[in-house]
Protein backbone atom coordinates (compact mmCIF):
# COMPACT_ATOMS: atom_id res chain seq x y z
CA UNK A 1 0.00 0.00 0.00
CA UNK A 2 2.36 3.19 -1.50
CA UNK A 3 -0.12 5.50 0.62
CA UNK A 4 -0.86 4.15 3.85
CA UNK A 5 0.50 6.69 5.38
CA UNK A 6 -2.71 9.02 4.77
CA UNK A 7 -5.31 5.91 5.14
CA UNK A 8 -7.79 7.10 7.72
CA UNK A 9 -7.54 11.63 9.05
CA UNK A 10 -8.88 13.35 10.98
CA UNK A 11 -9.88 16.85 9.79
CA UNK A 12 -8.54 20.42 11.13
CA UNK A 13 -11.97 22.26 12.35
CA UNK A 14 -11.52 25.77 13.19
CA UNK A 15 -12.63 25.65 17.27
CA UNK A 16 -12.60 22.03 17.69
CA UNK A 17 -9.65 20.26 16.71
CA UNK A 18 -7.20 21.40 19.74
CA UNK A 19 -4.50 20.30 20.99
CA UNK A 20 -6.94 19.09 24.04
CA UNK A 21 -9.22 17.18 21.43
CA UNK A 22 -6.65 15.45 19.62
CA UNK A 23 -4.99 14.16 22.71
CA UNK A 24 -8.48 12.61 23.25
CA UNK A 25 -9.11 11.37 19.47
CA UNK A 26 -5.17 9.67 19.86
CA UNK A 27 -6.59 7.54 23.31
CA UNK A 28 -9.16 6.21 20.60
CA UNK A 29 -7.18 5.47 17.30
CA UNK A 30 -3.03 5.22 17.21
CA UNK A 31 -2.83 5.11 13.80
CA UNK A 32 -5.08 8.14 12.61
CA UNK A 33 -3.00 11.43 11.20
CA UNK A 34 -4.08 14.26 13.21
CA UNK A 35 -4.84 17.88 11.67
CA UNK A 36 -4.49 21.24 13.79
CA UNK A 37 -6.72 23.98 13.29
CA UNK A 38 -5.76 26.32 10.48
CA UNK A 39 -3.57 28.81 11.82
CA UNK A 40 -2.77 32.16 9.84
CA UNK A 41 0.96 33.03 8.66
CA UNK A 42 0.19 36.14 9.80
CA UNK A 43 -1.19 34.88 13.50
CA UNK A 44 2.66 32.66 13.40
CA UNK A 45 4.89 35.26 12.24
CA UNK A 46 3.36 38.06 14.54
CA UNK A 47 1.24 36.60 17.23
CA UNK A 48 2.03 33.90 20.32
CA UNK A 49 4.24 31.05 18.32
CA UNK A 50 3.78 28.65 21.66
CA UNK A 51 -0.13 29.05 21.76
CA UNK A 52 -0.44 28.05 18.18
CA UNK A 53 1.99 25.13 17.62
CA UNK A 54 2.29 23.74 21.15
CA UNK A 55 1.28 19.85 21.10
CA UNK A 56 1.49 16.64 23.39
CA UNK A 57 4.46 14.21 21.60
CA UNK A 58 1.13 11.78 21.92
CA UNK A 59 -0.85 13.51 19.09
CA UNK A 60 1.89 12.46 16.57
CA UNK A 61 1.61 11.98 13.54
CA UNK A 62 0.36 15.73 13.38
CA UNK A 63 0.26 17.98 11.03
CA UNK A 64 -0.10 21.73 10.63
CA UNK A 65 -2.69 23.27 8.66
CA UNK A 66 -1.62 26.68 7.46
CA UNK A 67 -3.79 29.71 5.92
CA UNK A 68 -2.07 31.76 3.92
CA UNK A 69 -1.48 32.30 -0.32
CA UNK A 70 2.71 34.92 0.36
CA UNK A 71 5.11 32.44 -0.64
CA UNK A 72 7.70 34.15 1.42
CA UNK A 73 5.16 33.97 4.96
CA UNK A 74 4.19 30.41 4.13
CA UNK A 75 8.04 29.52 3.66
CA UNK A 76 8.50 30.61 7.08
CA UNK A 77 5.96 29.24 8.92
CA UNK A 78 6.70 25.90 7.30
CA UNK A 79 10.39 26.02 8.48
CA UNK A 80 8.11 26.66 11.84
CA UNK A 81 6.34 23.75 11.87
CA UNK A 82 9.51 21.30 10.79
CA UNK A 83 11.18 23.08 13.65
CA UNK A 84 8.34 21.84 16.76
CA UNK A 85 8.43 18.57 15.69
CA UNK A 86 5.09 18.25 13.17
CA UNK A 87 4.95 15.79 10.61
CA UNK A 88 3.55 17.67 7.88
CA UNK A 89 2.68 20.93 6.82
CA UNK A 90 -1.13 21.62 5.15
CA UNK A 91 -1.91 24.41 2.67
CA UNK A 92 -5.65 25.08 3.27
CA UNK A 93 -7.26 25.68 -0.35
CA UNK A 94 -10.44 24.77 0.60
CA UNK A 95 -12.63 26.88 3.62
CA UNK A 96 -14.79 28.97 2.20
CA UNK A 97 -15.68 31.60 4.96
CA UNK A 98 -15.56 35.17 4.39
CA UNK A 99 -13.21 36.19 6.78
CA UNK A 100 -10.72 33.88 5.08
CA UNK A 101 -11.64 35.27 1.79
CA UNK A 102 -10.89 39.01 2.20
CA UNK A 103 -7.22 38.09 3.01
CA UNK A 104 -6.58 35.41 -0.15
CA UNK A 105 -6.69 32.36 2.31
CA UNK A 106 -8.63 29.16 1.57
CA UNK A 107 -10.90 28.34 -1.24
CA UNK A 108 -10.35 31.52 -2.98
CA UNK A 109 -6.99 30.47 -3.73
CA UNK A 110 -8.64 27.68 -6.40
CA UNK A 111 -8.95 30.47 -8.83
CA UNK A 112 -5.44 30.73 -8.62
CA UNK A 113 -3.25 27.15 -9.18
CA UNK A 114 -0.24 28.96 -10.07
CA UNK A 115 0.17 30.93 -7.45
CA UNK A 116 -0.69 27.76 -5.15
CA UNK A 117 2.24 25.85 -7.23
CA UNK A 118 4.43 28.88 -6.21
CA UNK A 119 3.81 28.78 -2.44
CA UNK A 120 3.80 24.85 -2.31
CA UNK A 121 7.34 25.22 -3.96
CA UNK A 122 8.67 27.72 -1.24
CA UNK A 123 7.24 25.37 1.27
CA UNK A 124 9.21 22.40 0.07
CA UNK A 125 12.50 24.38 -0.32
CA UNK A 126 12.54 25.58 3.46
CA UNK A 127 11.38 22.26 5.18
CA UNK A 128 12.21 18.75 4.48
CA UNK A 129 8.64 17.28 6.35
CA UNK A 130 5.93 16.76 3.54
CA UNK A 131 4.18 19.46 2.16
CA UNK A 132 0.24 18.96 1.30
CA UNK A 133 -2.88 20.65 0.49
CA UNK A 134 -6.55 20.58 1.20
CA UNK A 135 -8.63 21.54 -1.25
CA UNK A 136 -12.62 21.74 -2.85
CA UNK A 137 -13.65 19.93 -6.25
CA UNK A 138 -14.35 23.36 -7.33
CA UNK A 139 -15.28 27.01 -6.34
CA UNK A 140 -18.18 28.89 -7.77
CA UNK A 141 -18.59 28.61 -11.48
CA UNK A 142 -15.56 26.65 -12.18
CA UNK A 143 -16.11 23.53 -14.50
CA UNK A 144 -16.39 20.69 -12.22
CA UNK A 145 -13.72 18.07 -13.26
CA UNK A 146 -11.82 19.77 -15.77
CA UNK A 147 -10.73 23.08 -13.56
CA UNK A 148 -9.86 20.71 -10.49
CA UNK A 149 -7.59 18.76 -12.70
CA UNK A 150 -5.75 21.62 -14.08
CA UNK A 151 -5.36 23.19 -9.99
CA UNK A 152 -4.22 19.95 -9.08
CA UNK A 153 -1.87 19.10 -12.04
CA UNK A 154 -0.31 22.46 -11.80
CA UNK A 155 0.32 22.09 -7.65
CA UNK A 156 1.49 18.60 -8.23
CA UNK A 157 4.22 20.02 -10.51
CA UNK A 158 5.64 22.06 -8.11
CA UNK A 159 5.98 18.63 -5.88
CA UNK A 160 3.18 18.02 -4.10
CA UNK A 161 2.19 14.33 -3.60
CA UNK A 162 -0.78 14.56 -1.70
CA UNK A 163 -4.21 16.31 -1.75
CA UNK A 164 -6.71 16.03 0.29
CA UNK A 165 -10.06 16.66 -1.47
CA UNK A 166 -13.33 18.29 -0.23
CA UNK A 167 -15.86 16.30 -2.51
CA UNK A 168 -18.00 19.80 -2.91
CA UNK A 169 -17.91 22.64 -4.61
CA UNK A 170 -17.51 26.19 -2.72
CA UNK A 171 -19.92 28.69 -3.21
CA UNK A 172 -17.88 31.93 -2.19
CA UNK A 173 -21.02 33.91 -3.02
CA UNK A 174 -24.73 32.92 -1.32
CA UNK A 175 -23.33 30.53 1.34
CA UNK A 176 -22.62 30.20 4.73
CA UNK A 177 -19.68 28.02 5.52
CA UNK A 178 -21.97 25.69 7.28
CA UNK A 179 -24.29 25.64 4.18
CA UNK A 180 -21.11 24.98 2.57
CA UNK A 181 -20.77 21.56 4.23
CA UNK A 182 -23.72 20.64 3.69
CA UNK A 183 -25.86 22.13 0.41
CA UNK A 184 -23.37 21.54 -2.60
CA UNK A 185 -24.12 18.20 -3.72
CA UNK A 186 -21.47 15.63 -3.22
CA UNK A 187 -19.22 14.00 -6.37
CA UNK A 188 -17.33 11.36 -4.98
CA UNK A 189 -16.73 10.42 -8.70
CA UNK A 190 -15.10 13.40 -9.72
CA UNK A 191 -12.46 12.45 -6.66
CA UNK A 192 -11.96 8.60 -8.10
CA UNK A 193 -11.36 10.29 -11.75
CA UNK A 194 -9.13 12.48 -10.34
CA UNK A 195 -7.15 9.26 -8.47
CA UNK A 196 -7.63 7.21 -11.77
CA UNK A 197 -6.15 9.64 -14.15
CA UNK A 198 -3.28 10.61 -11.82
CA UNK A 199 -2.34 7.56 -10.07
CA UNK A 200 1.05 8.60 -8.93
CA UNK A 201 -0.42 10.97 -6.58
CA UNK A 202 -1.94 10.71 -3.04
CA UNK A 203 -5.49 11.39 -3.05
CA UNK A 204 -7.15 11.56 0.25
CA UNK A 205 -11.57 11.82 0.06
CA UNK A 206 -13.27 13.91 2.56
CA UNK A 207 -16.63 15.31 3.24
CA UNK A 208 -20.15 13.32 3.95
CA UNK A 209 -18.40 10.25 5.59
CA UNK A 210 -19.95 9.25 8.67
CA UNK A 211 -19.17 5.75 9.05
CA UNK A 212 -16.14 3.21 8.64
CA UNK A 213 -17.66 0.88 6.52
CA UNK A 214 -17.98 4.12 3.86
CA UNK A 215 -14.65 4.16 4.77
CA UNK A 216 -13.45 0.76 4.13
CA UNK A 217 -15.94 1.23 0.75
CA UNK A 218 -14.02 4.38 -0.47
CA UNK A 219 -10.72 3.41 0.08
CA UNK A 220 -10.92 0.60 -2.35
CA UNK A 221 -10.51 3.56 -4.99
CA UNK A 222 -8.86 6.01 -3.48
CA UNK A 223 -5.52 6.36 -0.99
CA UNK A 224 -6.90 7.73 2.11
CA UNK A 225 -10.28 9.46 3.79
CA UNK A 226 -10.63 12.47 6.11
CA UNK A 227 -13.64 12.19 8.96
CA UNK A 228 -14.42 16.06 10.25
CA UNK A 229 -17.50 16.44 12.51
CA UNK A 230 -18.82 12.92 12.55
CA UNK A 231 -16.05 12.05 14.75
CA UNK A 232 -16.11 15.24 16.62
CA UNK A 233 -19.95 14.84 17.75
CA UNK A 234 -19.40 10.22 17.74
CA UNK A 235 -16.15 10.14 19.10
CA UNK A 236 -16.70 6.41 19.82
CA UNK A 237 -16.59 5.96 16.25
CA UNK A 238 -12.41 6.06 16.16
CA UNK A 239 -12.31 3.18 18.91
CA UNK A 240 -12.70 0.84 16.18
CA UNK A 241 -10.62 2.62 13.37
CA UNK A 242 -7.45 1.09 14.16
CA UNK A 243 -9.16 -3.07 13.76
CA UNK A 244 -10.88 -2.15 10.82
CA UNK A 245 -8.88 0.04 8.50
CA UNK A 246 -5.52 -1.13 9.82
CA UNK A 247 -5.75 -4.27 10.37
CA UNK A 248 -4.81 -4.10 14.35
CA UNK A 249 -5.22 -7.00 16.56
CA UNK A 250 -5.26 -5.34 19.28
CA UNK A 251 -5.96 -2.07 21.24
CA UNK A 252 -9.17 -0.39 21.47
CA UNK A 253 -11.11 -0.05 24.70
CA UNK A 254 -14.02 -2.17 25.53
CA UNK A 255 -16.10 0.22 26.75
CA UNK A 256 -16.70 3.92 26.88
CA UNK A 257 -16.18 4.16 30.39
CA UNK A 258 -12.59 2.85 30.27
CA UNK A 259 -12.35 5.55 27.06
CA UNK A 260 -13.40 8.80 29.48
CA UNK A 261 -11.04 7.13 32.33
CA UNK A 262 -8.03 7.31 30.10
CA UNK A 263 -8.06 10.81 29.98
CA UNK A 264 -7.73 11.22 33.77
CA UNK A 265 -4.03 11.89 34.21
CA UNK A 266 -3.69 14.38 30.84
CA UNK A 267 -7.12 16.27 32.87
CA UNK A 268 -4.81 16.39 36.13
CA UNK A 269 -1.68 17.57 34.41
CA UNK A 270 -3.64 20.20 32.51
CA UNK A 271 -5.65 21.72 35.14
CA UNK A 272 -2.74 21.90 37.58
CA UNK A 273 -0.80 24.15 34.92
CA UNK A 274 -3.90 26.44 34.27
CA UNK A 275 -6.38 25.14 31.79
CA UNK A 276 -9.56 25.51 32.05
CA UNK A 277 -11.37 22.14 32.04
CA UNK A 278 -14.14 22.76 30.07
CA UNK A 279 -11.84 23.79 27.45
CA UNK A 280 -11.14 19.63 27.69
CA UNK A 281 -14.18 18.00 28.53
CA UNK A 282 -16.00 19.67 25.50
CA UNK A 283 -14.56 17.72 23.18
CA UNK A 284 -15.52 14.55 25.34
CA UNK A 285 -19.27 15.44 25.43
CA UNK A 286 -20.49 13.16 22.58
CA UNK A 287 -18.85 10.03 23.45
CA UNK A 288 -21.66 8.64 25.34
CA UNK A 289 -24.22 9.56 22.84
CA UNK A 290 -27.20 7.24 23.13
CA UNK A 291 -26.05 5.42 26.58
CA UNK A 292 -27.89 5.58 29.41
CA UNK A 293 -26.78 8.35 31.58
CA UNK A 294 -25.25 10.47 28.83
CA UNK A 295 -28.00 13.65 29.59
CA UNK A 296 -27.10 13.73 33.44
CA UNK A 297 -23.20 13.33 32.53
CA UNK A 298 -23.46 16.39 29.72
CA UNK A 299 -25.59 18.45 31.75
CA UNK A 300 -23.20 17.85 34.83
CA UNK A 301 -19.89 18.88 32.98
CA UNK A 302 -21.32 22.45 31.29
CA UNK A 303 -22.64 23.40 34.64
CA UNK A 304 -20.03 22.92 36.52
CA UNK A 305 -16.77 22.54 34.04
CA UNK A 306 -17.02 26.10 33.16
CA UNK A 307 -16.29 27.52 36.93
CA UNK A 308 -13.32 28.78 38.35
CA UNK A 309 -11.19 26.16 39.92
CA UNK A 310 -12.71 23.22 38.16
CA UNK A 311 -11.02 19.48 38.38
CA UNK A 312 -10.53 16.19 37.76
CA UNK A 313 -13.04 15.75 40.26
CA UNK A 314 -15.70 17.66 38.50
CA UNK A 315 -15.46 15.00 35.81
CA UNK A 316 -14.94 12.28 38.05
CA UNK A 317 -18.71 13.04 39.41
CA UNK A 318 -19.81 12.97 35.63
CA UNK A 319 -18.76 9.49 35.03
CA UNK A 320 -20.11 8.59 38.12
CA UNK A 321 -23.58 9.56 36.71
CA UNK A 322 -22.94 6.88 34.40
CA UNK A 323 -22.00 4.46 36.82
CA UNK A 324 -25.50 3.74 38.22
Not at 283 to 303: D, I, M, P, T
Request: aromatic residues 8%; negative net charge; proline residues 4%.
Amino acid sequence: MPFRSHRFCLAPMMDWSDRHCRYFWRLLTKEARLYTEMVTTGALIHGDQKQHLLFNDEEKPLALQLGGSEPAALAQCAQLAEAWGYDEVNLNCGCPSDRVQSGKIGAVLMAEPELVAECVAAMMTSCAIPVTVKHRIGIDDMEDYEDMRHFVSTVANAGCETFIVHARKAWLKGLSPKENREVPPLKYELIFQLKKEFPQLNIVINGGITTLEQCQSLLETVDGVMIGREAYHNPWLLNAVDEQLFGATQGGFAERLAAADALSDYIEVETRAGARLHHITRHVLGLFNGQKGARLFRRHLSENATRPGAGLSVFKDALALLRH
